[in-house]
């Protein structure tokens, strides 16, 4: 029985021990991006033996003595770690708690983690949006509509440049002088399937014979416009009657041509000059790849220099019914077990949650320095008691063999 009296130090000194490891690795990773830190928390060993409290029924009970201490490790999943601005294209952070982006590994296994500080991976002639530790991160693949209700591994894939945009509808807000002149003309840039932008001359003639009465025709550089002529006519308020739309269509030299639905229902007849208070049309030049990115919903895209973007993928965000019951792996990645419940994609293909992602930030470890300074200070206390109360009992034991002996 004396033995045992040394139990409660051994198991003392070796559970703070273990919790000075963990303050350790908890400082040791200070500045990993996405680190969530452990714990150390302390149970009661406890020994019983029989013994009857009732001598007359016989009735058992137990009588408990204490034995020493046990230790377990708690990881703070949800602690939310200070989000700090990168730069970089491909980093995103995580702005609140139940939220892991999911990434696979090279054998396809599942994990899921808070460390958004992504780059790219080639892989036969690929490439890959991955972590830093080369998993693979999950994304809903872009499609015509949208994107897709399945994730897959996201592949970073760009036109070095994209082809311009035909011009489909234009519209034109002008005057068009009461007097004094007999033509006037209307540019209007215009883009076809092969070419960057050219000028459309809108012209329109004096009918004679005819008040208030226009003929419109065209001309366009480096090709032909059919449609026309169009007689245009105006009422006494110098409003247009009609027609108020109309299409014509432009036939490039190249041999490619497209439609263009007019708008010239603003027009004007006032007296005074022809100029053009304002001219729309949907098209757009050709544009060269400038960069890709991570935006502020998730959507992994390209951009170029017209303007356009082309969208590759969208994070798979996922949270769980008990998302603090997830199974640390390396404390930047976790997976799904029993105990975490039913998962879900926040975001999912057709959703986007506001503030939940910033882009071009990292979320930091989330370790709290003075609290692990302050931890690391009672553990060392605490392992100090337990060693003095080792030598105590060592001592006395001692004692007690010379009284034998």
Request: charged fraction near 15%; glycine fraction near 8%; charge should be negative.
């Amino acid at each position: 029985m004396a033995l045992s009296s040394f139990t409660p130090s051994l198991t003392g000194m070796s559970a703070q021990a273990h919790a000075l490891e963990t303050v350790s690795t908890n400082m040791a990773n200070m500045r990993t991006v996405g680190y969530k830190p452990n714990e150390t928390l302390f149970s009661t060993m406890l020994g019983s033996t029989s013994n009857y409290s009732n001598t007359v029924d016989q009735l058992s009970s137990n009588r408990v003595s204490v034995n020493g201490v046990n230790y377990y490790d708690r990881t703070l999943i949800n602690a939310q770690g200070t989000i700090t601005s990168t730069g970089n294209n491909y980093d995103v952070a995580i702005n609140g708690e139940n939220a892991f982006f999911e990434v696979k590994d090279a054998g396809g296994y599942t994990y899921y983690t808070r460390a958004g500080d992504f780059t790219t991976l080639t892989q036969d002639g690929k490439s890959y949006l991955v972590t830093s530790s080369g998993y693979k991160v999950q994304g809903f693949p872009a499609t015509v509509n949208g994107f897709g209700s399945s994730p897959t591994d996201i592949e970073i894939l760009y036109q070095d440049k994209v082809p311009s945009t035909p011009t489909t509808k234009a519209s034109v807000i002008a005057n068009v002088p009461a007097d004094g002149v007999d033509t006037s003309s209307y540019g209007v840039t215009v883009y076809g399937p092969n070419n960057d932008g050219r000028t459309m001359n809108m012209l329109f003639s004096k009918v004679e014979g005819k008040i208030n009465t226009w003929e419109i025709t065209f001309t366009v550089e480096d090709g032909t416009v059919t449609g026309g002529p169009i007689e245009a006519v105006f009422d006494s308020d110098a409003n247009l009657i009609s027609p108020k739309n109309f299409d014509v269509t432009v036939n490039w030299d190249d041999g490619s041509s497209n439609n263009i639905a007019m708008d010239i229902s603003k027009m004007t007849q006032y007296a005074g000059s022809s100029g053009i208070t304002k001219v729309e049309q949907d098209g757009s030049p050709s544009g060269n790849f400038v960069k890709s990115f991570i935006d502020d919903n998730g959507i992994v895209k390209a951009s170029y220099s017209n303007g356009d973007e082309i969208a590759f993928a969208k994070l798979a965000i996922v949270g769980f019914e008990s998302a603090d019951n997830l199974t640390p792996v390396n404390n930047t990645m976790f997976e799904a077990n029993n105990e975490t419940g039913q998962s879900h994609y926040v975001n999912g293909p057709d959703k986007n949650v506001t503030g939940l992602l910033q882009p071009q930030a990292v979320e930091a470890s989330a370790v709290n320095v003075e609290s692990e300074f302050a931890r690391m200070i009672v553990v060392q206390r605490a392992y100090s008691l337990n060693t003095q109360s080792f030598t105590a009992n060592n001592e006395m034991l001692q004692t007690v063999v010379n009284l034998k002996s």
